[in-house]
């Protein structure tokens, strides 16, 4: 059984990373916009194939609880008449695909071979000099990122996931951990300041994360991360200034002045306190079901005639992620980073017990979310499935080294 789980788990990464990141704004140009539903299905037959064949159909305590918050929330937003029974279970799946993607690869337990490994390793250094092509192009005739990347922002995405699987699938050592910056690096040519942000802290981490790297709080730690904070803020500055000052509030100073983006950031924290503690419900703010339907809270807090917020031109709706937690509530804003808290604990704690790679990667990965939730919702999308997919796979290693080793662990090492 695992031995086939295995196998097509390496077809599903394949052709996930072909058509559910390189070429997907490709496919959707020409009118399939399904790739990544079709990507989740076969991930979650996999997943239905580990279970049934197990004893007992063992399931994930962590995952049943994600999956009732879910449902939870579901039923509280059809209970309010949050919007459209459509846009609410379109939000449904949208929220919940990338924790289904990470909590299936954890439980199928999936295993790459070296040989595996090194067709990866091939086809993402083909996949690179396509991504630094297009952004090397880019400056010469523009709309060619319009038909392969859909914007420069997904060109960025596109290199931050083909270095960290690059990683994963290397030996990790100095010449991988310098391949891994030079196909990060390409991303710069995108011009994103979140991605110049999280290139010099994946940086920094290359450097200090070494063989004599303790993971604990002490002063020189403590010195690293305010390091890592500042040089991170300060390559992002000029956006963030624009973004959060000056251009989100603009000279009035006023909540009509807003911008977009400033907007979404701006307002939900009026909703999270009108509607405490479970917010709107799915499909009301901040996300894509919430334009599709147009979502009759824009209309209440005035947001219905602001640039990209209207129902006739809503393409800055879904512009960034954590404005969307407006959704869930002061319940949700605590139970999403207690999520992602937990992983990283994990992650910091196994990196004491020799699975430096995993553990580094998975905070890499961790901080990449953080600092694209900022302005993307990068978590909901096929490439953020796709990232999912893969902290799930280094969370599925974790385990089965920590399983192997005199260290020792149990079934419940993700509860």
């Known amino acids: 059984m695992q031995e086939f789980i295995n196998r097509q788990f ?7 990373l072909i058509f559910g990141v390189m070429f997907y704004d490709v496919i959707h140009n020409l009118g399939f916009s399904y790739v990544d539903e079709i ?68 439980a199928i337990h999936p295993r790459l071979t070296e040989n595996q490994r090194r067709i990866i390793r091939q086809l993402i250094l083909l996949c690179s000099l396509y991504v630094l092509l297009i952004g090397v192009v880019y400056f010469i005739y523009y709309d060619l990122i319009v038909y392969t990347f859909g914007h420069m922002s997904r060109l960025a995405t596109a290199s931050s996931i083909l270095a960290l699987l690059y990683l994963y699938c290397s030996d990790y050592s100095k010449t991988d951990k310098m391949i891994f910056i030079l196909l990060l690096s390409i991303g710069i040519l995108s011009g994103r300041s979140k991605h110049f942000g999280f290139f010099a802290i994946s940086l920094l981490i290359m450097i200090y994360f070494n063989k004599s790297f303790k993971m604990k709080l002490n002063a020189r730690n403590t010195a690293f991360i305010i390091i ?36 979404l950031y ?16 799915f499909g009301t703010y901040a996300t894509h079901a919430s334009a599709l339907d147009y979502s009759p809270i824009y209309i209440k807090y005035g947001m219905q005639n602001m640039h990209g917020l209207t129902k006739e031109a809503p393409a800055f709706i879904s512009d960034t992620y954590f404005p969307a937690l407006a959704q869930f509530g002061i319940a949700g804003v605590i139970l999403f980073f207690t999520f992602w808290i937990y992983l990283a604990r994990k992650a910091m704690k196994v990196y004491r017990l020799n699975c430096h790679k995993e553990a580094t990667i998975a905070l890499i990965i961790i901080i990449f979310f953080m600092i694209e939730s900022t302005t993307d919702s990068t978590i909901t999308h096929n490439r953020g499935m796709f990232i999912m997919m893969l902290l799930g796979l280094l969370f599925s290693d974790i385990h089965a080294k920590l399983s192997n080793s005199v260290h020792g662990t149990d079934e419940n090492f993700i509860s």
């Open 266 to 281: 701006y307002y939900s924290l009026e909703i999270f306190t009108d509607y405490f503690p479970f917010g709107t419900g």
């Open 228 to 263: 890592a904070l500042a040089c991170t803020l300060f390559v992002a500055r000029e956006k963030i200034y624009f973004y959060f000052i000056t251009g989100g509030f603009g000279d009035g100073r006023t909540p009509s002045d807003l911008f977009a983006r400033m907007a």
């Open 39 to 106: 990507c989740a299905v076969l991930l979650l037959l996999l997943f239905g194939y580990k279970v049934l064949h197990s004893k007992g159909w063992e399931f994930n305590r962590m995952f049943l609880f994600v999956s009732g918050v879910f449902v939870f929330y579901l039923i509280y937003s059809f209970a309010i008449h949050a919007n459209t029974k459509s846009a609410i279970l379109t939000d449904f799946v949208i929220q919940l695909k990338p924790y289904l993607a990470f909590f299936c690869v954890y």
């Open 10 to 16: 390496f077809n599903l990464t394949v052709f996930t």
